[in-house]
Structures are given as structure tokens and as C-alpha cells.
């Protein structure tokens, strides 16, 4: 079975705090992505990466940057974190690009205050 | 605006009654997804729709992809609590990205 995890489930910070919301899958997929989840307006991609070191911007990625130095490990980082990304933070992966299966990891409730 | 639309956004019905959502778009898509998400945790994959016109069954549910591969529906028979969860839709777009629906919140009750 594919594993996708994610460093905290829950996560409370300060506006103007860095954060960092790491994520790691077992099956050696090149595709990694993250997304926020917010009430009525479902998954929006924030930044994805299709290999190491690569990255390209989602829908949504003003706040935000990623890091991908390992095949297994997909980064998000909120640089200065405001009350407007209090949201659901959830990382999928992919075997390939174009694969039409993600796997996603349980997520992270992020507050901030 | 979202590529899909999703409906409807909520839906409380009885143990045994029949549903259905709808994703619906103007755009083609390579493939569609549904998915069925729990409180806290993160989406899991109930099917991949690839051709168009196709259906496909999992117990009761009925899952149907638009013969224009620009629409999708899932249909559940015999609703039970069980189902209760949220169900979400994602198309794949140019073999590239994937793009949500904003998601249909079903509760059966017992």
C-alpha cells in the first residue's frame, strides 16, 4: 500500500511565524502535490513538483514556497504566516506525470493566529 | 469559477433512499476521480473514470463518466450511514493537473 505522511496532524502558529509542513511518500513516486482545503471551495493546488529539485506553481501559490531536495520528500513553507492560511493543508502523490491516481497523506489542520 | 462543479453541495437523506451527485464542466478531461473523504482525514480514491460513456460499479455505488468526458455522476443505491462522508470529484486536465470539485457533504441517517 502507498504511504503518505504528514509531520503534524495539528499545528497552531502566529501570524509572522515560518512555517514549515513536511510530507513524505514510501513508494517512490515521481509526482508530489501540495493542496489547501477550505469550506466550499474544495482542493486547491498550491505548488506540485514531477522530480527532485523541480517545482511549478499550482492555482494558489502567493505565500507559499516548496522545497524537494529527496525523491520522497515534498516541502511546503508559508515564509510569514497570516490568518488567511488557517486552512486544511493536504499532500498527495502520483507514480508518474500524467497518472490519473494521487495518494493523499491525513493532512494538517493549520491555525493561525 | 471552478472548472468542476459539484452538486449538490449538501445532502441529508434516510437509510435506503437512492442519490446521486453530479461534476459537471465545460472543459474535457483525460480521466475523472471520485474520492470519499472523513472528518480529519484526507481523501481516499474510490475510482478512475478513463473512457467516455463508462460505467462503473463498486457494490452500490454507480460511478458514470459523459460520453463528451467532460461530466461525471455517481449514483448510491440503498443509502446506508455508512456513506456518510464527503465526496469529491477531480479531473485531470492535459495529463498535467488535477482540478476539484467543491465537494458534496452527505449525511444518512439511521
Known amino acids: 500500500d502507498v504511504k503518505v505522511t504528514q509531520s503534524s496532524r495539528y499545528l497552531v502558529k502566529r501570524t509572522g511565524e515560518k512555517v514549515f509542513l513536511e510530507c513524505v511518500q514510501d513508494?517512490?513516486?515521481?509526482?508530489m502535490f501540495w493542496y489547501r482545503q477550505d469550506p466550499g471551495l474544495g482542493l486547491r493546488l498550491i505548488y506540485f513538483?514531477?522530480?527532485?529539485?523541480?517545482?511549478e506553481k499550482g492555482d494558489i501559490p502567493e505565500g507559499y514556497s516548496v522545497s524537494r531536495e529527496k525523491k520522497e520528500r515534498f516541502s511546503l513553507i508559508l515564509e510569514s504566516a497570516s490568518t488567511n492560511q488557517t486552512s486544511m493543508y493536504l499532500c498527495?502523490?502520483?507514480?508518474?506525470?500524467?497518472?490519473?491516481?494521487?495518494?493523499f497523506g491525513p493532512g494538517t489542520r493549520l491555525t493561525v493566529l | 469559477t471552478q472548472l468542476l462543479e459539484q452538486s449538490p453541495q449538501f445532502l441529508s437523506i434516510q437509510e435506503g433512499e437512492n442519490l446521486t451527485v453530479y461534476c459537471n464542466s465545460s472543459?474535457?478531461?483525460?480521466?475523472l476521480q471520485w474520492y470519499r473523504q472523513e472528518p480529519g482525514e484526507g481523501p481516499v480514491l474510490l475510482v478512475t473514470?478513463?473512457?467516455?460513456?463508462e460505467v462503473k460499479k463498486l457494490k452500490r455505488l454507480t460511478f458514470q463518466f459523459g460520453d463528451a468526458r467532460k461530466d461525471s455522476s455517481l449514483h448510491i443505491t440503498a443509502a446506508q450511514p455508512g456513506d456518510t462522508g464527503l465526496y469529491l470529484c477531480?479531473?485531470?486536465?492535459?495529463?498535467?493537473?488535477?482540478?476539484f470539485g467543491s465537494g458534496t457533504k452527505l449525511n444518512v441517517k439511521p
Open positions: 498527495a502523490s502520483s507514480p508518474y506525470r500524467g497518472a490519473d491516481t494521487q495518494y
Open positions: 513508494m517512490d513516486h515521481e509526482n
Open positions: 513538483s514531477y522530480d527532485v529539485k523541480m517545482k
Open positions: 472543459s474535457v478531461f483525460s480521466s
Open positions: 473514470v478513463v473512457t467516455g460513456g
Open positions: 477531480a479531473g485531470l486536465y492535459n495529463f498535467n493537473k488535477f482540478y
